[in-house]
């Protein structure tokens, strides 16, 4: 079967930053898959973008980043529409306080922000290359600067060490690496920080609490401004003839300023990021805070051999060829 039009799959695209960043995806003529944990929900996400944009081309993948099992049929079934590959976006996340495990002993953390997308974008290897020049976007977070990873054995086997913020450094790490292994196979990875976002990432945390769940509806930017910087990444030109910017990670507004991507902000300069970043972009109606930009990453993403153990590691839990 061959279909002259673009193909993306989004994760994670029920709802949110996934949702928006699908309709913008399918408003600019490109076929859509909405990879989602629930087809009820995934139905809705769909009639909701046909509604938003007449003529969207959707379809739905089934996929539960808990399981490698269901990752691996995700794969699988989108193999089976005989399509090349584009466009991958893992926006799909959760903030997780009870610690759980998989079956392979990896922390629930660290296996569906991390090890799931690792997977599903190592499947589809073959479908990316089909579809050169081809682009994986991993949707990271703020939070990664933050965040160190010392062992990568602990981090995926230690619920505590594969916590939020490492995951997303984990994110970081592996786009790096994706960069590096498959740029010279014509597929570009980078990375993106959305931002502070009011979405249901936060829905199992302590900013889904009263008094806080006031101050994230006040300060905290709605999906489809969060969804921006996604599609920038995913569909900005990208020039890999210059080695030193290769390795990309994409931030906006206050979260793009020099005091919020030094290496470790402080806890302050992350604050004034967060809370002052949508309302400003917000009271000057898009003027100010509004430029996606290329920042520099956590300094640790930076770091080969770590990349590469990672890498490694996350193979072999899978059962995949490191190379």
């Known amino acids: 079967m061959k279909d002259s039009k673009h193909v993306a799959i989004v994760t994670g695209s029920n709802t949110g930053i996934g949702r928006e960043t699908a309709l913008s995806l399918a408003r600019d003529g490109m076929k859509v898959f909405l990879a989602c944990r629930s087809?009820?929900?995934?139905?809705?996400?769909?009639?909701?973008?046909?509604?938003?944009?007449?003529?969207?081309?959707?379809?739905?993948?089934?996929?539960?980043?808990?399981?490698?099992?269901?990752?691996?049929?995700?794969?699988?079934?989108?193999?089976?529409?005989?399509?090349?590959?584009?466009?991958?976006?893992?926006?799909?996340?959760?903030?997780?306080?009870?610690?759980?495990?998989?079956?392979?002993?990896?922390?629930?953390?660290?296996?569906?922000?991390?090890?799931?997308?690792?997977?599903?974008?190592?499947?589809?290897?073959?479908?990316?290359?089909?579809?050169?020049?081809?682009?994986?976007?991993?949707?990271?977070?703020?939070?990664?600067?933050?965040?160190?990873?010392?062992?990568?054995?602990?981090?995926?086997?230690?619920?505590?060490?594969?916590?939020?913020?490492?995951?997303?450094?984990?994110?970081?790490?592996?786009?790096?690496?994706?960069?590096?292994?498959?740029?010279?196979?014509?597929?570009?990875?980078?990375?993106?920080?959305?931002?502070?976002?009011?979405?249901?990432?936060?829905?199992?945390?302590?900013?889904?609490?009263?008094?806080?769940?006031?101050?994230?509806?006040?300060?905290?930017?709605?999906?489809w401004d969060g969804a921006i910087p996604v599609v920038h990444a995913a569909t900005t030109p990208l020039d890999d003839t210059q080695k030193d910017t290769q390795l990309r990670f994409f931030a906006r507004g206050g979260f793009a300023w020099p005091v919020t991507v030094q290496p470790r902000p402080s806890t302050f300069f992350g604050i004034c990021g967060a809370s002052l970043d949508w309302p400003i972009r917000n009271l000057s109606r898009g003027w100010l805070l509004s430029e996606v930009k290329e920042v520099p990453a956590n300094p640790i993403a930076y770091d080969t051999n770590l990349a590469s153990k990672l890498w490694t590691l996350s193979a072999d839990i899978a059962n995949l060829p490191v190379e």
Not at 199 to 221: G, T
Request: charge should be positive; charged fraction near 25%.
């Open 39 to 223: 087809a009820d929900k995934a139905h809705e996400a769909a009639t909701y973008i046909r509604e938003s944009s007449k003529g969207a081309d959707v379809d739905i993948l089934l996929l539960d980043l808990r399981t490698l099992e269901s990752v691996s049929k995700c794969a699988a079934d989108f193999k089976s529409h005989n399509l090349p590959l584009h466009l991958l976006v893992n926006n799909a996340g959760v903030t997780l306080g009870t610690p759980w495990y998989t079956s392979e002993g990896v922390g629930g953390s660290a296996q569906v922000n991390y090890l799931g997308p690792y997977v599903l974008t190592r499947l589809l290897e073959d479908k990316l290359v089909a579809g050169a020049p081809s682009r994986v976007v991993n949707v990271s977070s703020s939070m990664h600067r933050r965040a160190r990873i010392d062992d990568p054995e602990k981090f995926l086997r230690e619920f505590k060490e594969g916590d939020y913020s490492q995951a997303k450094l984990a994110n970081v790490l592996f786009t790096f690496e994706l960069q590096r292994r498959w740029q010279g196979k014509g597929v570009q990875a980078c990375a993106v920080d959305p931002g502070a976002v009011a979405s249901d990432i936060w829905r199992r945390s302590l900013f889904n609490r009263k008094p806080w769940k006031w101050l994230v509806k006040l300060l905290f930017a709605p999906t």
